[in-house]
């Protein structure tokens, strides 16, 4: 006589489903601040590559005009990005951070430029020979609401912006690019070129 065998398939119970489940959702919520942190850095080094184009674009504009800094004039002649995009610069996406979460005005723009000393009145920039240390003098940095930057100006919509991790992005006048603690760059001498 053959007998049979009762063959029981054996499933998960409710538990150890909801253990599965608890246990996914914490290492979701251990993880996801990581994966945020890392988007933000990937960002950062995006922002950085465009303020080193930027450094690349007033390096030749400096070969080309005996080494004067493009001027920003204050009525919105020749201003530093207009002169820079219309001969140095292909790409207009450069000007744009990404983290950055809004255009300014119609200029698309998200770095601001030194106005303490780049600006001489005369629509004429400073020479790279009147700064004492250029590794030391911020030209472009993250900018918040405007496209001129004058931290030590009372003007909050000229104050560099703090949008990576509590820091900035700053191109200095000898074309190295560097993040900084929005403290150290707001309190910092960097501004002057003397």
Partial sequence: ?????DVVKKGFTLIELLVVIAIISILAAILFPVFGKAREKARQG????????LGHAVMLYLQDYDEIFPAHSAV?????????????IKNTNIFKCPSHPDYV?????SYGYNYSWLSTGTRKGVSLSQIVNPSETIIIADAGVDFVIAPLNTNPNHKVSDRHSG???????????KWYLFDTIDKSNWWDRN
Avoid: P
């Fill in 1 to 5: 006589m053959i007998r049979k065998i």
């Fill in 76 to 88: 919105g002649l020749d201003d530093w990005h207009k002169t820079l995009n219309n001969n140095y």
């Fill in 46 to 53: 995006a922002c950085m590559s465009n303020l080193k184009q």
């Fill in 167 to 177: 820091g900035a992005n700053v191109l200095f006048a000898d074309g190295h690019v």
């Fill in 105 to 109: 005005w119609n200029a698309k723009m």
